[in-house]
């Protein structure tokens, strides 16, 4: 199978930060892909790149067996069209003109289209049945009705490859459906390579064969869906507990998102109120992703400290409601934060410790974990890059750290392994064989 496109070692971004990195996959011609991640992967970085409009930091990215940024713009149209996510207009265009324009970026300049022209764009609006609309102002027509214009003006392009954002955004599930078979049958019958982007897990596995997974800029997998669609894997991705089936009627793949820490069986009404009090030793913004779980997920009583007044983890634990010891600005932590934040440590079942930098004023706070470990709490320790962000004296953090963990300390490097190990803690799983 010939190549439709490729990207070789690829990194790119804007204002000299980086987006995408390292990234290498190419399509056959015929091939119909999804990409998929969550906000800010970088799956419109990798189109805009792929289209030309961003030029790469490094790499190359070839289209039709040509590099894309030696191509001219007209060169690049007759392979590639894009149908972006929505379209505005300042005039009141009819679907036909919309259509017709399509045709502006393979017919010469100030060339009046000719009746070959007007036949492609009668095949367009048939084939994303749109015909009946043609006389219809475009801003007049619903979500659906619009995705099938913007398809019909990307088909009037004859290109051989369309890259599709997100086409099912804003659409029900009925509008969704039909635009996926337009697009489905465009790849099947014209041979039209499709590179979509999409956030629906299962409508993308339902008609592409192939999905690409990306995470932060890189790709963390490729393959058909089954490949890709793995629940350890989504849950590294996605930050949240992913459960994923097989429809037993249509053998088709079933992703969803747990509700929460419900039992097994239970349903929203019945979600676990965690009762256990949680104390968090965070800091320098190392603990904003813990805060919003913990909160989001039902956890009762929730402490932290001592921090700095205006820390990112202090904004975001007012903004939660969750209690704190606070430190002045700049200063090392004083008798009074640490006599506060001890009586919280002491009251805790559970003490989590971030991946906070550490330096010689805030390694009296590792003192309560030390203190909770001792009287039988369970202390959950990241211990991501830890002699990297020690700054103490004789790496005094990091020394105290690995002591606990001889010592029962149980270690986390990612919300993801964190999760089961604090509901275990909190005995959430110990009435269903976990």
Same mark, same amino acid.
């Given at each position: 199978m010939s190549s439709a496109f490729e990207m070789r070692r690829v990194n790119?971004?804007?204002?000299?930060?980086?987006?995408l990195a390292g990234i290498n996959f190419a399509a056959g011609e015929g091939e119909m892909i999804a990409i998929l991640g969550p906000n800010g992967a970088g799956k419109t970085t990798l189109f805009r790149v792929l289209s030309g409009l961003l030029r790469p930091l490094s790499g190359?990215?070839?289209?039709?067996?040509?590099e894309v940024q030696k191509m001219s713009a007209a060169r690049r149209s007759r392979l590639l069209a894009v149908v972006p996510q929505e379209i505005r207009t300042q005039m009141a265009f009819t679907v036909g003109e919309m259509v017709m324009m399509g045709r502006a970026t393979v017919l010469p300049p100030w060339r009046h289209p000719s009746p070959e022209d007007r036949?492609?764009?009668?095949?367009?609006?048939?084939?994303?049945d749109v015909n009946e609309l043609s006389g219809r102002p475009f801003d007049y027509l619903s979500g659906g009705e619009k995705q099938r214009v913007l398809i019909a003006m990307a088909l009037a392009?004859?290109?051989?490859i369309i890259l599709m954002d997100e086409p099912t955004t804003h659409l029900d599930a009925n509008h969704a459906l039909e635009i996926m078979q337009i697009v489905e049958r465009l790849n099947r019958e014209h041979q039209l390579t499709v590179l979509m982007t999409s956030h629906d897990l299962n409508l993308?596995?339902?008609?592409?064969?192939? *999905?690409? *997974?990306l995470d932060h800029g890189r790709i963390v997998a490729d393959g058909i869906p089954t490949e890709v669609l793995r629940e350890e894997t989504l849950q590294k991705v996605y930050h949240c507990e992913m459960r994923v089936q097989t429809d037993i009627s249509t053998g088709m *793949?079933?992703?969803?998102?747990?509700?929460?820490h419900a039992p097994a069986g239970g349903t929203a009404a019945n979600v676990l109120a965690v009762k256990e009090k949680i104390h968090v030793i965070a800091g320098g913004g190392s603990g904003v992703e813990v805060f919003r779980h913990l909160v989001f997920n039902n956890f009762q009583d929730v402490t932290c400290g001592v921090l700095n007044e205006?820390?990112?983890?202090a904004q975001v634990c007012d903004a939660l409601g969750i209690q704190t010891v606070l430190e002045k600005p700049f200063s090392p932590i004083g008798i009074e934060a640490c006599r506060q934040a001890e009586k919280m440590a002491a009251r805790?079942?559970? *003490?989590?410790v971030c991946e906070v930098p550490f330096g010689p004023g805030n390694t009296i706070n590792l003192q309560l974990a030390e203190n909770a470990l001792k009287r039988g709490a369970s202390v959950l320790i990241n211990d991501v890059n830890l002699q990297e962000r020690d700054y103490s004296d004789n790496k005094e953090a990091a020394i105290m750290i690995k002591q606990m963990l001889s010592q029962g300390a149980l270690p986390w490097r990612s919300l993801h392994e964190l999760r089961p190990m604090l509901l275990r803690s909190c005995g959430v799983f110990k009435n269903e064989g976990s």
């Open positions: 790119a971004g804007y204002d000299g930060g980086q987006v190359q990215v070839f289209i039709g067996g040509g036949k492609i764009v009668e095949h367009a609006l048939v084939y994303a392009q004859e290109p051989r993308a596995a339902e008609f592409c064969r192939r *999905l690409i *997974l *793949l079933y992703v969803r998102p747990c509700a929460r205006r820390d990112t983890d805790a079942d559970v *003490l989590i």
